[in-house]
């Protein structure tokens, strides 16, 4: 079973508007990754966070994790057209460090 | 031009055939990766390897075979297709066995079994 769930599947939103994606998942962590996929093209990473820091920030990025309740979000401000891709979170777990693990992934609509 | 690319980019083959999947990167990465996308599943593992002819099992090997003779290459074969094969298959790598270095990606093979 996939160690990360993302949370909306599917996220439609207009243009300048903020897009919340959620990730949860099940075992600790060493840290999470933000990746990017286009469509019919491979992921691009966007941002890694360690597990001990709370909040990332990279340009319109800002990425939180909360081990706590083992979720982590990723908020997109100002979204552009060209933002729409989906949005995939990987954990690199402690038990098994090296060997990522991917959610389902967001699928994010943003319309001009 | 640096970076990971996948070959061929599309493939239909037919139940039973042998089938080759290939990955060349240009930066010297140690690890390299192969994963399979399906809808419903995400992307999961099949196999990694940590250099040259070092490879080991991910999530999904069964009916896949990987070699690495070279540190530049990773091809991913299917000895004997099946439908259930049918997939869009990603290489990537990374530079060290340290989980905390981004993964690079090719733009993936989708591959049809008929």
């Known amino acids: 079973s996939q160690q990360g769930e993302e949370d909306p599947q599917a996220l439609s939103i207009q243009e300048g508007e903020n897009a919340t994606m959620n990730c949860s998942y099940k075992?600790?962590?060493?840290?999470l990754q933000w990746y990017r996929q286009n469509s019919g093209r491979g992921l691009v990473h966007l941002i890694l966070?360690?597990?001990?820091?709370r909040e990332k920030h990279s340009g319109r990025l800002r990425v939180t994790l909360d081990t706590s309740k083992k979720s982590s979000s990723l908020l997109i401000t100002a979204s552009r057209a060209a933002d729409t891709a989906s949005y995939f979170c990987?954990?690199?777990?402690?038990?098994?460090?090296?060997?990522?693990?991917f959610g389902q992934g967001t699928t994010l609509q943003v319309k001009p | 031009d640096a970076g990971i690319t996948q070959s061929p980019r599309y493939k239909i083959t037919e139940t039973g055939r042998q089938v080759t999947l290939m990955c060349h990167q240009t930066w010297s990465h140690s690890y390299m990766f192969w994963y399979r996308q399906d809808l419903g599943h995400g992307l999961r593992l099949i196999y990694y390897s940590a250099a040259a002819d070092i490879t080991d099992k991910g999530e999904v090997p069964d009916g896949y075979v990987v070699s690495r003779s070279k540190t530049e290459n990773f091809p991913l074969t299917l000895e004997s297709a099946t439908r259930s094969q049918t997939s869009v298959y990603f290489c990537a790598s990374r530079s060290s066995r340290q989980g905390n270095q981004p993964q690079h990606f090719g733009d993936g093979t989708r591959l049809s079994i008929l």
């Open positions: 990987a954990t690199d777990r402690s038990s098994n460090t090296g060997k990522l693990i």
């Open positions: 075992t600790s962590i060493n840290n």
């Open positions: 966070i360690r597990s001990n820091e």
